[in-house]
């Protein structure tokens, strides 16, 4: 009896009815309510799919999911389904060049030009466009760009050059004296990566990430086997974004990943499985203070208070908040019909992922960081995360 007992228990759900989660200020609330409350959330912002897991003590306690796939059909989602990972490719990028810092293959401070024989400009384009850096032959800023500068949004480029009036890539500031959001940094990051190694950002990923945490459902590319079972996005009517599927690997955007591999990440950022503590410290040490209203738009160029209390600012690949609970790493990610965010407290070993499917779905972020973990300092507003019912 008792072997057939354990063989029971082996295969239990990761949550059940009596399971209680502890959130950072030690209060407690069982699975069943937390279920309760999170299909109460979702039924009232009308968000149309979810992927939630919780960490107590570095471990996941709770993985649930919530919703459907795409509307028109209703099938529900699974732990084991495709998401499109958007920025929280970001966070996955920063533990490999952290792990190549370790190899002695990376130095944070050395700029990435000198890396190269030749000027980066110089180089024929190979992708669409990511790796195309013609528009820098007259730029001298750019050489003195650093790995750490990419990694802290300090380069001084743009988000992406798409948004510039001419579409140019560009450094827009002196490297490393202010933040300024940046996909474009960590591409560049990662081409430089690419021509001093030999090797492609997935193949990069697969050797060091993916392949030794047994993410077998992640990569950087669309892969035929995701063809199977993935979420498509939602607008705010519920309406389907068409599934973009012809991605080049890029660092900043284009992580594939699903619930169960995004949990074994964060795990294994958690319990230092890939990089040692004092590397994974050093990633969550900040390099530049934050005093935006907002992270983007008109209101990201005036300062504020608002955030002072926790110190927001931003680590190398995460944002950084202060809390009575230790350092909080916080990624988001955003696309159209994606939003994600993912914050981690690991002097607590406390954390949760979110990742959903729906434009509404950062409505209820803020409802769901404190119902779920008591995380009260995750700064929303300078995410705009503007509850539902406050809109």
Not at 28 to 47: F, G, S, Y
Not at 220 to 239: C, I, L, M, R, S
Request: aromatic letters at 12%; hydrophobic letters at 35%; glycine letters at 6%.
């Amino acid at each position: 009896m008792k072997k057939l007992y354990f063989l029971l228990l082996a295969v239990l759900p990761l949550t059940t009815h009596a399971q209680t989660i502890t959130k950072l200020d030690g209060s407690k609330i069982t699975a069943t309510a937390l279920d309760q409350k999170i299909q109460a959330l979702v039924d009232a912002a009308d968000v149309h799919g979810l992927a939630i897991t919780v960490f107590n003590k570095q471990e996941p306690v709770y993985k649930k999911t919530f919703g459907y796939k795409r509307l028109d059909t209703k099938e529900p989602i699974k732990t084991s389904t495709n998401f499109y990972g958007a920025s929280l490719s970001k966070a996955v990028f920063a533990v490999l060049v952290m792990k190549l810092v370790e190899e002695g293959v990376l130095d944070l401070d050395k700029p990435l030009q000198d890396y190269l024989p030749k000027s980066i400009y110089t180089y024929t384009p190979t992708k669409k466009w990511h790796d195309d850096f013609r528009d820098l032959a007259h730029d001298t800023l750019y050489q003195d760009i650093t790995a750490r500068m990419c990694l802290a949004h300090t380069s001084g480029f743009p988000n992406w050059r798409w948004f510039e009036e001419d579409q140019k890539i560009k450094v827009k500031h002196s490297p490393g004296t202010k933040y300024l959001y940046s996909g474009e940094g960590m591409v560049y990051l990662q081409v430089v990566l690419e021509k001093m190694t030999g090797k492609e950002l997935e193949a990069l990923m697969q050797e060091k990430v993916f392949t030794p945490l047994g993410m077998k459902q992640s990569s950087y590319t669309w892969q035929p086997q995701f063809d199977a079972d993935y979420v498509v996005g939602h607008n705010a009517k519920g309406e389907l974004y068409p599934k973009d599927k012809d991605n080049e690997a890029r660092s900043a955007s284009t992580l594939e990943t699903t619930l169960d591999d995004y949990t074994l990440f964060t795990q294994a950022v958690l319990q230092n499985k890939l990089l040692k503590s004092s590397t994974t410290k050093e990633m969550f040490s900040p390099q530049i203070r934050l005093r935006s209203v907002r992270q983007f738009g008109p209101l990201s160029a005036r300062d504020t208070t608002a955030n002072d209390a926790i110190a927001l600012s931003y680590g190398l690949g995460w944002g950084l908040l202060q809390s009575p609970y230790g350092t909080g790493a916080f990624k988001e990610g955003h696309g159209n019909g994606f939003q994600h965010y993912s914050i981690v407290f690991p002097e607590q070993g406390t954390g949760i992922i979110i990742l959903s499917n729906s434009d509404n779905a950062e409505s209820i972020f803020k409802a769901l960081l404190e119902t779920a973990i008591g995380d009260t300092y995750t700064p929303w507003y300078w995410q705009n995360y503007i509850p539902y019912n406050q809109k």
